[in-house]
């Protein structure tokens, strides 16, 4: 991508802000959803090549659990929430109370999807709408898909569009994790991967103009 | 001693035995697979994108797009000896990870490459041996140009060959 060479400093720290936020929100609306406490990292903003995106994750052929969502609007992009499937077991468990719930094989049980479905809900919903106030942008969140696969099957179809421009992707990665006292009980990403255009939308609302 | 050559995403590469070449987590993406069965050469490539036409990049990577990965992917398949008329194919990939109602024809990007790819081999008239595509399922495959066997894994739909 041609646009990556004339990135700034300043420019990545504008697409943090935007990871702390997001990831912000929707930490809180986790930890008010579970009544626990959550906590989250600081923003990484990385350009990796394709290949590398998964690794991110554990690497192409490591099986995770995904919620996805394309945002439409004025900056559309993908926002994936990626976790060990043992973790999203363990909080739709919770959630739910049905102990037996697993996303080990299917047939699934079906209340669970539909509050691991609500989770993903609540938190792209959440760290969209924030990421919408901070820039004032319209953007629109799809019904969120969930897949439980190979990272790397389901990382590539956030990388469609970005593909057509280049073979490396901008990716705003933040993580949020349950604590337990010391103990960590679930952790997950979010990534951000913003369609090639978006960048300078989201520079120029936010005053930093990749000519300035 | 055999090694396994590993294909990552919009690349590709050629085998011989006892090596094996192998890509994982396809999605959307095929994984494509052309050999000479005489010569034992075999070459994979993992095709994002069904035509280069989308492409906005000053300097395209042919692996990325079906119409010109197999170009590209015969091309050194003659370089390590393989022969055109005696090319086989087989396929795997193009699933569809997640469904939406939205009409966005990305969305359906997986089908979409497996028709640019049989397309383009109907062209080349390579005819396609054994495929398996579609599903909603990411496969990680892996061949070997010896048995000329195409080793499928999924998460969910457990192990095949074809």
């Known amino acids: 991508m041609d646009f990556l060479q004339r990135l700034k400093p300043y420019h990545l720290d504008v697409l943090k802000e935007i990871g702390n936020i997001g990831a912000g929100h929707a930490a809180t609306a986790l930890s008010q959803l579970l009544n626990k406490t959550i906590e989250m990292s600081v923003p990484a903003v990385r350009i990796v090549s394709f290949q590398e995106l998964p690794e991110q994750v554990g690497g192409a052929e490591t099986e995770v659990a995904a919620i996805f969502l394309r945002i439409e609007g004025e900056a559309p992009g993908s926002l994936f929430f990626i976790s060990k499937i043992e973790d999203i077991e363990k909080i739709v468990r919770q959630l739910t109370g049905i102990t037996s719930f697993q996303l080990q094989s299917p047939p699934y049980h079906e209340v669970g999807i539909s509050a691991f479905q609500e989770i993903g809900n609540i938190l792209a919903g959440s760290y969209l709408s924030s990421f919408s106030d901070f820039t004032k942008l319209i953007l629109q969140p799809s019904v969120p898909g969930f897949s439980v696969d190979m990272a790397g099957a389901i990382l590539s179809y956030g990388l469609i569009e970005l593909s057509q421009v280049g073979d490396s992707a901008i990716v705003i990665d933040t993580q949020i994790k349950e604590l337990d006292g010391d103990e960590e009980q679930m952790k997950g990403h979010f990534f951000l991967l913003p369609d090639p255009d978006s960048f300078e939308v989201i520079f120029s609302v936010l005053g930093v103009g990749e000519h300035e | ?162």
């Open chain 2, 1 to 162: 001693m055999s090694n396994v050559i590993k294909v990552g995403m919009a690349e590709l590469n050629t085998v011989g035995p006892p090596d094996t070449i192998r890509t994982s987590g396809l999605g959307s993406c095929v994984g494509l697979v052309l050999y000479d069965e005489i010569r034992l050469v075999a070459g994979m490539a993992h095709v994002m994108l069904p035509s280069s036409s989308l492409c906005r990049q000053a300097r395209p990577n042919p692996a990325k797009y079906a119409d010109t990965a197999i170009p590209a992917l015969l091309k050194c398949l003659e370089e390590d000896g393989a022969r055109m008329f005696s090319l086989k194919a087989k396929l795997a990939g193009g699933a569809q990870m997640f469904s939406f109602s939205t009409g966005n024809d990305m969305m359906r990007i997986g089908p979409r490459n497996v028709e640019a790819i049989k397309e383009k081999l109907n062209q080349l008239r390579i005819p396609i041996i054994a495929e398996d595509v579609g599903g909603s399922s990411g496969r990680t495959i892996e061949f070997d140009p010896q048995s000329k066997k195409l080793h499928i894994r999924t998460v969910n739909q457990g192990t095949k060959e074809i």
